[in-house]
T-cell receptor, first 112, second 112 residues
Framework: KQEVTQIPAALSVPEGENLVLNCSFTDSAIYNLQWFRQDPGKGLTSLLLIQSSQREQTSGRLNASLDKSSGRSTLYIAASQPGDSATYLCAVGTGANSKLTFGKGITLSVRP | DGGITQSPKYLFRKEGQNVTLSCEQNLNHDAMYWYRQDPGQGLRLIYYSQIVNDFQKGDIAEGYSVSREKKESFPLTVTSAQKNPTAFYLC???????????FGQGTRLTVV
């Protein structure tokens, strides 16, 4: 059974820092990996999708990498801002039906 | 605007009642999903549907039922058999296979 782990559960940093959020998964037979952002009481916003054949994806200040063989992904946030404060979730897609298995998320607080 | 609409945003259920959560999408996606989110836990899959008039149980289907009579709609009924229904419910859609998943804003269900 696929398990997704995100450690630490919470992170607090000063504004301007470059951040790396980690995600690990137990079964490397994935089709894709997706990073989401969730604000308190809200739904999930898709940030980046990496297909299994890709190594990384970039969108603005965000860069996500994928190493299938080691079961790891990282989300890099450059020059963090208070508006980046949210919970970041990692999910891996497995099976022909594209089911997503989620980690518990990392709650990020960026201090002004 | 294209997206997923969940309603209502807040829902209160009395003991022994069935309640139905609405999910509508105008993204023309074939696949739709229902997830449950509890504090400190990752999202867990309740039901999913890959195509109209077909759906499958996810990891925690007991006490829930769904229908998929139209491509754009995937309502979730929380029955009285669900003993701990208080949670945040999220609906998602994607275009198989293995594409980006999009989420609605969620429905918070509380038992009173």
């Amino acid at each position: 059974k696929q398990e997704v782990t995100q450690i630490p559960a919470a992170l607090s940093v000063p504004e301007g820092e470059n951040l790396v959020l980690n995600c690990s998964f137990t079964d490397s037979a994935i089709y894709n990996l997706q990073w989401f952002r969730q604000d308190p009481g809200k739904g999930l916003t898709s940030l980046l999708l990496i297909q299994s054949s890709q190594r990384e994806q970039t969108s603005g200040r965000l860069n996500a990498s994928l190493d299938k063989s080691s079961g790891r992904s990282t989300l890099y946030i450059a020059a963090s801002q208070p508006g980046d404060s949210a919970t970041y979730l990692c999910a891996v897609g497995t099976g022909a039906n594209s089911k997503l298995t989620f980690g518990k998320g990392i709650t990020l607080s960026v201090r002004p | 605007d294209g997206g997923i609409t969940q309603s209502p945003k807040y829902l209160f259920r009395k003991e022994g009642q069935n309640v139905t959560l609405s999910c509508e999408q105008n993204l023309n996606h074939d696949a739709m999903y229902w997830y449950r989110q509890d504090p400190g836990q990752g999202l867990r899959l309740i039901y999913y549907s890959q195509i109209v008039n077909d759906f499958q149980k996810g990891d925690i289907a007991e006490g829930y039922s769904v229908s998929r009579e139209k491509k754009e709609s995937f309502p979730l009924t929380v029955t009285s058999a669900q003993k701990n229904p208080t949670a945040f419910y999220l609906c998602a859609s994607s275009e198989p296979p293995h594409t980006e998943a999009f989420f609605g804003q969620g429905t918070r269900l509380t038992v009173v």
